[in-house]
């Protein structure tokens, strides 16, 4: 009978949790003494027990019960621990940066205590610094070895500047971490973007992304192909494992079909990188926009003449192409109350304005005036096509005019109706500020836009089903806030203001996407 009351007590605790981490014998009692839990106590997070018992893996609120034997943890001197791997891009500033603004709008004072060339840790502490109430471990190296520490269970969060992959992504589903793609499981820190640099004396000043995929893949070895000189093209990337270079493999190269050259030259860091091709005529290399130093970037171009460069407003938009969110993913695993506390004010304007500060491009939504967009206006211009493409164009000045640009947008996966990450995190972003009631008594229009392929109607359509799913996945999303406060409608104006070339699969990509405007 006892057993049986203890599996259903149990049962209204807990929920399943991740994998072991700590071995030590607990009995865990109700505080009437009538229930007992035995097990084997996997982790506490000064509110909770995770515990292996006969009943498998369970989770036990704290408040409930009274924690017997040899593994039981101090109730009193609890210190949060939270391990975080993976990119040395987000690893080296950003993260220590975001620690050490948390606690000081908490009031708690850090020591950063540095252990070798890729660990260190922060120990927070009480204002008077002699009580300990946090232990943030970093192990600084790249997004491959972040993920392979979170499935090893020796992190608790991973810091990568690719999305995971489809085998890290089963694995981790495999050993209970969750469906690390869901929405709530990752979350963008910062944006920063791969930015092709050559050195300042390079007279190349513009590249398509097809190009790019063909020098990197040797079928263009000559800078003369380019209009440059007539010298061969030496090729720099990170660290096969870093996630910048990732990315470059994901998002150039298996989309035009082709493979890495075996010449490649690696560098284990962006900051070597950037040197190495600053200093080398014949030179290129893609490297973080954050890290480029002195180096020369390139515009990103294609057939039609559209021009794309990284800077801060178009990486924010998502209008540069090949903008690389930061990413911190996150177990389904209940972290100490500390961590996620951290991690809430990770999305908070203190926060954004300390990512500016440490050099990457925040995700704070800013307001673009129309007066502002003249490219974006002059394509627009330039695709309208007999009486219909002018008739669109004017419906669209006209709509937008008294209307102003957010520097959120929202782009969805290759081929599918579901948003991508970095979008999934913008719904968050934008939900989270409407309940902040940032919105109130104003007007957020969603805006659809798709590419040039295809009939004009067909195009429309598609363009204001997906503002429409994007409006909704906003509402929601938003848990707390009264929408009547604020007004949601959506709008759309299909292929009229194309970003880039329509003759490549990235260019309409970059084309497919929702644009947020408010009044």
């Not at 100490?336 to 491009?361: D, N």
Request: proline share 4%.
């Amino acid at each position: 009978m006892k057993q049986y009351c203890a599996a259903l007590w149990a049962a209204l605790f807990l929920v399943m949790s991740g994998v072991a981490v700590r071995a030590d014998d607990v009995t865990l009692r109700s505080r009437d003494g009538a229930i007992e839990l035995y097990g084997t106590l996997l982790g506490f997070d000064g509110e909770f027990y995770r515990v292996e018992t006969q009943y498998g893996e369970l989770t036990v609120d704290g408040s409930g019960v009274l924690c017997e034997g040899p593994g039981c943890p101090s109730l009193t001197a609890f210190v949060a621990e939270l391990s975080i791997s993976g990119s040395s891009t987000i690893g080296d500033v950003l993260m220590p940066a975001l620690v050490e603004g948390f606690a000081l709008q908490n009031n708690l004072k850090t020591e950063r205590i540095n252990i070798d060339d890729t660990h260190f840790e922060y120990v927070l502490s009480t204002p008077e610094g002699n009580t300990p109430v946090g232990r943030f471990q970093f192990r600084v190296s790249s997004t491959d070895e972040g993920f392979a520490d979170l499935l090893a269970d020796e992190a608790d969060l991973v810091m990568a500047l690719r999305e995971i992959r489809g085998g890290e992504l089963a694995l981790a589903a495999e050993v209970g971490l969750g469906q690390l793609d869901d929405v709530n499981r990752s979350r963008v820190l910062a944006l920063d973007a791969m930015t092709v640099i050559v050195s300042p004396t390079n007279p190349v000043s513009a590249l398509s992304v097809s190009d790019l995929a063909r020098i990197l893949a040797g079928e263009i070895d000559n800078w003369r192909t380019l209009g440059g000189a007539d010298a061969p093209i030496s090729i720099h990337l990170r660290d096969s494992q870093s996630g910048i270079s990732q990315a470059v493999e994901d998002r150039i190269m298996k989309p035009a079909g082709s493979t890495l050259v075996e010449s490649v030259t690696r560098h284990a860091t962006n900051t070597d990188l950037a040197q190495v091709v600053a200093r080398d005529q014949l030179a290129i290399g893609v490297a973080s926009h954050s890290e480029i130093g002195n180096s020369k970037p390139l515009a990103l171009t294609g057939t039609c003449g559209f021009q794309l460069r990284a800077n801060r407003l178009t990486i924010k938009t998502e209008d540069y192409p090949l903008t690389a969110p930061m990413f911190l993913y996150i177990p389904a695993r209940r972290l100490p109350k500390l961590a996620r506390e951290f991690l809430t004010y990770t999305r908070t304007g203190p926060a954004q304005i300390i990512t500016r500060r440490a050099g990457f491009v925040d995700q704070a939504p800013e307001e673009i005036a129309l007066n502002a967009q003249g490219d974006r206006f002059a394509n627009a211009i330039r695709v309208a096509d007999g009486e219909d493409g002018l008739t669109s164009l004017k419906r669209m000045v006209d709509t937008l005019t008294p209307l102003r640009r957010l520097s959120t947008s929202f782009r969805f996966e290759t081929g599918a109706a579901r948003l991508d990450a970095q979008s999934r995190s913008n719904v968050q972003q934008l939900a989270h500020a409407i309940e902040a009631g940032v919105y109130d008594g104003r007007q957020l229009v969603f805006v659809g836009f798709s590419d040039g392929e295809g009939p004009a109607e067909s195009n429309q359509r598609i363009a204001q089903q997906r503002a429409q799913a994007v409006k909704l996945a906003i509402e929601a999303a938003v848990e707390t806030a009264d929408l009547s406060q604020v007004q949601l409608s959506t709008d759309a104006f299909g292929e009229a203001m194309p970003m880039a070339c329509d003759d490549t699969s990235w260019g309409r990509q970059v084309n497919r996407r929702v644009e947020v405007w408010v009044r």
